[in-house]
């Protein structure tokens, strides 16, 4: 990895040197492509969380032609390395920068500081400047409607859930499961397994074979790899996909899957960049701007795929509110009142588990 | 589930945690007992585990895909043997770089694979046999690699007690100076071992790719040859203790799941460390008695041997 980017930012800067003399003679013409950039912390080829990030780079690229020039630089740990690779892309002239993960937000803080001409974009994040925004999706719409579906098809009532790690993000996601899985069983339980990791294939199958014999009929995960669902199917039961669609590693069991669609969001934020009107703020969208999009509802009976359409639509219309009370945690206690709706605040700091949830979250 | 079904299930789960390990650890075992150490165990698995789908996937073969892991595993066992046993470069180093060579590599050759499914290796059926309840599918309803891994560690083990062949490998690995004074070719037994653990490796990567989770995705074995590497030591050097190794971190990978399952009050950090932890645990055991491991170290581990000097 050390000697990929090694080679890609020397290649970069040659680029660079190659662009600049000419400019001096013709200043900047029209033709000059504008220069945009991705980190990511995975592999491209992860077919999960930064694959998808990817699909929203090419399609900037196929959007807007000519007119600019992407890069990407991927597999880029968290901490002091991802502040060396976003100086040396804002260095090689790039005027707006994604950095999506969340571990990026103080290497990007850092470097917005220093290159005051350059935007920047933070996915995940929380922490803003006057030229860094940030960008998240509500994943937890989908894992609603996941709920929704997975109350109709489980026989036992027990939803094997493969969490990664025990943050908000993840926990926010399990709790919106339960609340929609309740609505229309109210027994409903979640198991759930942490493997601490995003990404580990043997993992996620070994996880999933055994919430399967703990009892659970149905398969969702947290974690980045089709193996849960493969497992899921090997066993002949259900299962929802991850990041994208993944029906073509499990035809026959994938019922949907919450897929990340970053593809208008990093358009139109690069479009702002190009004509001057990019403004840094927080964008926090789902279902209703594009930003989540469900994978086709297969391998269910009909009508449980019109209520989920109508779960999806009621999301969208804002009639349905996920977070809205009364809501229990595990232990009992009243966390969101009768009538009450947790806020985005609230929602983004949650830590605690819900009612139907079992398992426990480190102290 | 009834306890009968549940026993299968996990024991099912633990076979199929394992077998990579073991097939990989009886690899490096050889290698290592020829006196090469080659760390680049991780790196192997992957380019096997790639080439193995790739060929799988291009021929509808699963056997040539399997065939093909091996060789590609080799050829990477290669360019380590030229370099260290040829060029004498140094075998630590020059196994992490194969390491991080073979994840790039494998990235690479993999790009184009990447979301595409894949049957899984069928299982092999007896006819009779393999319904019989609970030892039916433990014993007569694996795929081919798992009886594979038993076999090449039955095969090694033979081979390294009772065997001229084998003798002169542990000789090898024990004093190469004398081996050589003998008459011995210790370069090319060493190549031969080096290549035996490159191919086991790579068949191990493929039962990742067509087994364990039937498809490719970058950086799949996610540290599993780190593990066998340890596996090597933990089992001080022996065919029969590398077994029990390989099924214990199997099994531990498999109980802290069922663990966290069940709900019980421990933190999910705390279980995922089990498997490390029962490792360090056992090492130390085995180490207190220092003589036993002396034995049973091969003396010249690691060492370059130059028939010149």
């Known amino acids: 990895m050390q000697m990929k980017r090694r080679t890609f930012a020397k290649t970069l800067m040659a680029g660079a040197g190659l662009i600049a003399a000419p400019r001096l003679i ?338 | 589930m009834n306890g009968f079904e549940l026993f299968t299930s996990v024991a099912l789960s633990v076979i199929s945690a394992s077998t990579p390990l073991l097939l990989a650890a009886t690899g490096e075992l050889v290698t290592e007992k020829s006196g090469v150490l080659n760390l680049g165990v991780e790196g192997m698995m992957l380019v096997g585990a790639v080439i193995g789908f790739a060929v799988t996937l291009g021929s509808g073969s699963a056997t040539l895909g399997i065939v093909a892991a091996a060789l590609a595993g080799t050829a990477m066992a290669l360019v380590f043997a030229v370099l260290t046993l040829t060029l004498l470069t140094n075998q630590v180093a020059t196994g992490l770089a194969l390491t991080i060579f073979g994840i790039g590599l494998s990235a690479l050759v993999g790009a184009g694979f990447v979301g595409q499914p894949l049957q899984p290796l069928p299982k092999l059926v007896l006819p009779g046999l393999s319904t019989l309840p609970v030892i039916g599918p433990i014993l007569f309803g694996q795929d081919a690699l798992v009886y594979l891994s038993f076999a090449a560690l039955i095969g090694v083990s033979w081979f390294l007690r009772k065997t001229h062949a084998g003798l002169v490998l542990r000789a090898v690995g024990d004093s190469h100076d004398a081996a050589h004074a003998i008459g011995y070719g210790v370069i090319k037994v060493r190549y031969l071992a080096t290549l035996f653990g490159g191919a086991m490796c790579g068949i191990a990567g493929a039962y990742f790719s067509l087994a364990y989770t039937p498809m490719w995705a970058e950086n799949m074995t996610s540290g599993r040859g780190w593990i066998a590497l340890a596996l090597v030591v933990f089992a001080a050097w022996r065919p029969a203790r590398l077994l029990l190794g390989a099924y214990l971190f199997g099994g531990i990978t498999i109980l802290q799941l069922h663990i966290q399952g069940f709900g019980i009050a421990i933190p999910s950090q705390f279980v995922s460390m089990l498997p490390y932890l029962a490792t360090i645990v056992v090492l130390v055991a085995i180490s207190s008695d220092r003589t036993r491991v002396r034995l049973n170290t091969p003396a010249c581990l690691g060492r370059a041997f130059n028939a010149a000097g």
């Not at chain 1, 694959?51 to 959007?63: I, S």
């Not at chain 1, 470097?111 to 001409?117: E, H, I």
């Not at chain 1, 969208?285 to 009909?302: Q, R, S, T, W």
Request: no cysteine.
């Open chain 1, 26 to 363: 013709t200043k900047a013409s029209a033709a000059d492509p504008f220069k945009a950039a991705w980190i990511y912390v995975g592999p491209v080829g992860d077919f999960g969380w930064s694959y998808q990030h990817d699909q929203g780079r090419k399609a900037v690229e196929k959007a807007l032609g000519d007119q600019v020039k992407t890069a990407y630089v991927e597999s880029v740990p968290e901490g002091a390395d991802a502040e060396r690779v976003l100086r040396e892309l804002a260095s090689a002239g790039n005027k707006i920068i994604f950095a999506t993960s969340f571990g990026f937000w103080q290497p990007a803080l850092k470097v917005a500081k220093q290159f005051p001409d350059v935007k920047f974009e933070h996915a995940t994040g929380y922490k803003r400047a006057e030229n860094l925004a940030t960008y998240n999706i509500r994943f937890y719409e989908g894992r609603y409607i996941q709920g929704v579906i997975a109350g109709k098809m489980s026989k036992s009532g027990i939803v094997g859930y493969i969490g990664s790690v025990p943050i908000p993000e993840v926990i926010m996601g399990m709790n919106a499961f339960i609340q929609g899985m309740r609505t229309v069983r109210p027994d409903a339980r979640i198991k759930m397994v942490m493997i601490n990791a995003w990404y580990d294939p043997g993992k996620e199958a070994d996880a999933a074979k055994a919430l399967l014999d703990q009892g659970a009929d149905i398969i969702a995960q947290h974690t980045d790899s089709p193996a849960p669902l493969q497992t899921a199917h090997e066993r002949g039961v259900k299962g929802f996909g991850q990041a994208s669609d993944m029906i073509k590693f499990a035809p026959d069991t994938q019922l949907t899957s919450s897929i990340d669609h970053w593809d208008e969001y990093y358009v139109s934020r690069v479009k702002a960049a190009m004509d001057g009107t990019w403004k840094s703020g927080d964008v926090w969208d789902g279902l209703k701007a594009g930003m989540l999009k469900m994978a086709p509802y297969m391998n269910m009976p009909d009508d449980v795929k019109a209520l989920a359409e109508k779960t999806e639509a009621g999301i969208k219309s804002g009639e349905i509110m996920i977070f809205m009370g009364p809501m229990k945690a595990q232990d009992g206690t009243v966390k969101i009142k009768e009538g009450q709706m947790l806020d985005d605040g609230a929602i983004a700091g949650m830590d605690w588990l819900a009612e139907g949830v079992e398992g426990q979250l480190p102290k």
